[in-house]
């Protein structure tokens, strides 16, 4: 009796609870990274948004529409662009050019003054809210004994005790939020902005959801045109190219913006810089694919935000694509997507890394020259946000001086073809729109004085 | 108005029948132990004379009509009827014909020049035939603006016989069809006039045996003509199969809302149901109150698509809660493309528009990959 006790059976009933981990709820779905995404995006960008939220939302997740970059080099330049015309796709930049960019609106001297951009107020009601009661609350006295050498009197209990992930979120929270402050920042209209004639980019019209046809190859077998976001090629379009202007592109790849700067037919010399074996590896693919002797073209894999320290005003224009939400591309994919549960340092530390990229790039341009800011977010403080605190920093750090390029101009030229957001303090911002589903995209002009 | 009446007084019509000279062929003892006689509710049994209806219910529920019973007297109806001697039609001719008369030999010439003038080739009809054919549909208290475009846009009805005519108005009559339900039938059954009638009665027997009331199925069956192709067997098991969906009350009245139920393929009408109750999270209820089965698995997706893609509409949890009010499932599905748009949407019709045609597109892309992933999974 007594050896049958001691048999190892008995041993295993001991109870168990609070022993192992709880059961994964079968019933209780894992989110995807791209619902979290449209989660928050729904949280941010619906109360700053508004009115106009829906119809984004709607653009965001339905099929993108593309425009044809014609390749110059290719020998079949005048069939594609005819076939193109068949189909009923037309250049947009030719439309634009219609439109003349003179015609500029009234002149707006200060931003901060002047423009009237008033952040929702549920913004900042938002944040309160998010402030969520604490989870542990310190009762006094029980923890208090063990600090031996505080005065019992003077001891201020901890009122909110925050877990990691909670910080996270706080900090989730004031990343998104964008306080726009009055800083009063010269704004200038830019003379030097024509479209490049040479350019041709076929977007088929509003309402309009045809699809390109797979791009051809000539003779040395160099495709006949590139497909990308139609509203990608306005960054370009904003850099103002003069003919022999030597053009950084900071974040190059996968090179859709590099394409574009070299059909426009006016750089000498392109610079190319990503950071990312990788993603230069895809670079050299579509060059290779596209231009016949890559010569002109030199490509650099160096960190983006030392690169202004290494060439300090080189170069005339710098074009800054730098890293972001990238909202449409999360939305549509799980696979290595920013919103996953992982990557979320990461996401948080995305303002920083736009910010010194951009420092970097003003660096690395010349006095004189412009630097083009673009993201692909609707996110304001990925956009305005950094634009701002980078102005703020140079001014207090540096004794360089930067004005923001009037770019409206060129906003109403393209009209016909993109819907633009009207509250952007610094630059012009692409919304997606399902009759004309380009973008998001967001550029701004900063021109370096001295 | 139909009335199921006792085994007593079933025993007694049926014995009064059978006393009477022309004998009835009923299904004697077994109809009378089931006691399902349904008879015309106006009718007197005893005024044998007068026009009635008898239906006689098997055990195997089959159910037959007794028209020899009926034709006897048919003859006096068709007289009534169509030369107006009943008090019923003298009544309607007066209020066709007193207040405003109507000149039906130019009525009719008008119809034949408007009828004409849709086809190459000329139509052989007589202005009188029409007049007559017109007569006797406005004694029967048809509209007239029915009349007129049945007789323009449909060749068949133009040109038949009068005879032929005469005899499908009474077939008709006599089944209860009334009013506008004589005009869409003549437009739809082509058959009618040929004298073939089987069709029909075979399938308002099927509709009385899914315990359709007599005015519901002729209801029924002159909306949506189609009805009548539908074998009784097919019938019974699509009315078994929508019992697994809905209450056997609610099966009755979604079929009346929409016959295309009963011959629509099974599993479309499954993929919406459960594309409603999942996608959309709601329960039978609210899908009573719209004309869910009538629109395309393509419409139901691309209007549910366009709102939650929109964030305008958000699947309830568990406990059906959900953070915005989403819209009813009538403003959802049943609204034009515009109302939708504008008062449900709230975006412009054109965006709507669009994403119609990109969702088409969407779901031709899916196929094929579908299409594509199951050949390479085939090759394997």
Known sequence: MFIRLLRPRSVLLIPKRGRVKTKWATHKKQKLPSLLALEHFDRFYAPMYDKLWPSIRLALLSQQKYGALINN????????????????????????????????????????????????????????????????????????????????????????????????ELKE???????????????????????????????????????????KGDSHRLLDYYLLDAASTLPVLALGLQPRDKVLDLCAAPGGKALTILQTGLTDKLTCNDNSHSRLGRLKTVLNWYIPAADKITILKKDGTKLGHIMTEMFDKVLVDVPCLTDRHMLQTDDNNIFSSGRKRERLSLGDTQKQLLCSAILACKPGGSV??????????????????????????????????????????????????????????VIPHIRANFGPLYFAKLMRIN | ???????????????????????????????????????????????????IRHFVVSPQGHITLHEHVYSKHTSFRLVSEIRGNGNKTKGCEQTKGGDKFIDLELLAKDIIKHAESNYTYPLHVSASDIAVKIESLLNLQCDLSDIKTLLTINQTVLT?????????????????????????????????????????????????QITLKEKEAIQLIASDPNVRHITHKDMTSRVAQLKGLFKTSHVLRLILKSPKLLYDDFSEVAYKFQYVIFKLGVDQKPIMST??????????KTRHEFLERAGLYQLPNKKGETTIENPSLYQIFDTSDSVFAQKVAKMPTADYMTFKKLYELEEEMREEQSDSDQSESDDE
């Not at chain 1, 952040?119 to 006094?140: A, F, G, M, N, R």
């Not at chain 1, 083009?372 to 920093?393: A, F, H, K, M, R």
Request: net charge negative; glycine share 4%; with cysteine.
């Open chain 1, 372 to 429: 083009v800011y673009s993201t692909c977010t609707l996110s304001p403080n990925q956009n305005d946000g950094v634009i701002q605190s980078t102005l703020e920093w140079l001014w207090e750090n540096t004794k360089i001086d930067v004005s923001v390029c009037n770019l409206k101009p060129l906003a109403d030229a393209c009209s016909k073809t993109f819907r633009f957001y009207e509250h952007c303090r610094y630059g012009q911002l």
């Open chain 1, 73 to 168: 080099y290719s020998n079949n330049v005048d069939s594609a662009v005819l076939d193109l015309i068949d189909t009923g796709a037309d250049n947009f930049v030719q439309i634009a050019q219609s439109h003349k960019l003179s015609e500029a609106s009234d002149i707006v001297d200060k931003i901060g003054l002047k423009k009237d951009v008033s952040i929702p107020e549920i913004l900042e009601s938002l944040q309160k809210e998010k402030e969520k009661p604490p989870l542990v609350q310190h009762d006094d006295g029980h923890h208090v004994e063990t600090e031996l050498d505080s005065n019992l009197y003077e001891y201020m209990p901890v009122e909110t005790v925050y877990t990691e992930d909670e910080l996270l």
């Open chain 2, 160 to 208: 038949a016989t009068n005879n032929a005519f005469t005899k499908a108005l009474v077939f008709l009559d006599k089944h209860g069809f009334r009013q506008q339900n004589i005009v869409s039938m003549l437009h739809h059954c082509d058959e009618l006039l040929a004298g073939q009638t089987k069709l029909i009665i075979q399938c308002l027997d099927s509709l009385r």
């Open chain 1, 173 to 215: 929270t004031e990343e998104n939020i964008f306080r726009p402050q009055d800083f009063s920042v010269d704004l200038i209209e830019d003379t030097s902005l024509s479209l490049p004639i040479q350019l041709k980019v076929h977007t088929f019209s509003r309402g309009n959801v045809t699809m390109f046809q797979p791009p």
């Open chain 2, 291 to 300: 004309k869910l089965f009538d629109h395309s698995v393509m419409h139901i």
């Open chain 2, 1 to 51: 108005m139909l009335k199921v009446i006792r085994k007593a007084s079933c025993r007694a019509i049926v014995n009064r029948l059978h006393a009477s000279r022309e004998g009835v062929n009923t299904a004697g003892g077994c109809a009378l132990s089931h006691a399902n006689i349904c008879c015309g509710s106006v009718t007197q049994f005893n005024k044998y004379q007068s026009p």
